[in-house]
Nanobody, 124 residues
Framework: QVELVESGGGLVQTGDSLRLSCTAS????????TGWFRQAPGKEREFVAA???????KRYSDSAKGRFTISRDNSNTVYLQMNSLKPDDTAVYYC??????????????????WGQGTQVTVSS
């Protein structure tokens, strides 16, 4: 079975940084596209970032671009480094994998495996 566990969320102030981690068991993340999504209360789950199988291709939402960085290391963990955090970044952040079609990396409903989420709260 596949298990994804996110960690690293917390309560921070505007302008602070957080580094989220997604650690996998039951699969090797280097064999699948891995994405980060977030969901705020009352809003749809939205794409944040994704990394290719090789790690050489990264995609970001307009909001994340220039502030967030997705990466993967050899410990089967994918990270989301978040800098210059804003209150609008407040959400539960999820990592996901198992996307059937790579071209649909930005669509939440195309991923088969999800973590439990980690809460990020940014105060003003």
């Amino acid at each position: 079975q596949v298990e994804l566990v996110e960690s690293g969320g917390g309560l921070v102030q505007t302008g602070d940084s957080l580094r989220l981690s997604c650690t996998a068991s039951g699969l090797t993340l280097a064999t699948s596209v891995t994405g980060w999504f977030r969901q705020a209360p009352g809003k749809e789950r939205e794409f944040v970032a994704a990394i290719s199988i090789s790690g050489g291709s990264k995609r970001y939402s307009d909001s994340a671009k220039g502030r967030f960085t997705i990466s993967r290391d050899n410990s089967n963990t994918v990270y989301l480094q978040m800098n210059s955090l804003k209150p609008d970044d407040t959400a539960v952040y999820y990592c996901a994998t198992g996307v059937s079609y790579v071209r649909n990396y930005h669509l939440a409903d195309q991923y088969g495996d999800w973590g439990q989420g980690t809460q990020v709260t940014v105060s003003s």
